[in-house]
């Protein structure tokens, strides 16, 4: 069993940076693909970014290409979303997401374990 616990959220002024973490537990969970989800209040929980089990692969959505950073301490069994230059229109519920395997990074029905979610707010 993955338990994943998500932390780091918070408010600030859009432009500013935040730095979520999401700690993993398991024997095997350091070999899974992580991906981090958010969901906007009145929206669809929408795909962010993902990096594979070797931590070689990363993958962005668009609307935070060259803003966010994900990245992995496989020692520690902890995924991290820096978030940079935030903009109001990323407030929202993050969640983190763990899955066996590397395919379809993006689609959040292919994920096997879920956070509880943590609040970022970006105020204008």
């Known amino acids: 069993q993955v338990q994943l616990v998500e932390s780091g959220g918070g408010s600030v002024q859009a432009g500013g940076s935040l730095r979520l973490s999401c700690a993993a537990s398991?024997?095997?969970?350091?070999?899974?693909?992580m991906g981090w989800f958010r969901q906007a209040p009145g929206k669809e929980r929408e795909f962010v970014a993902a990096?594979?089990?070797?931590?070689?692969?990363?993958y962005y959505a668009d609307s935070v290409k060259g803003r966010f950073t994900i990245s992995r301490d496989s020692a520690k069994k902890t995924v991290f979303l820096q978030m940079n230059s935030l903009k109001p229109e990323d407030t929202a519920v993050y969640y983190c997401?763990?899955?066996?395997?590397?395919?379809?990074?993006?689609?959040?029905?292919?994920?096997?374990?879920w956070g509880q979610g943590t609040q970022v707010t970006a105020s204008s």
């Open positions: 997401a763990a899955k066996r395997y590397s395919t379809d990074y993006a689609e959040q029905k292919s994920y096997d374990y």
């Open positions: 990096i594979l089990g070797n931590g070689a692969g990363r």
């Open positions: 398991g024997p095997t969970v350091g070999s899974y693909a």
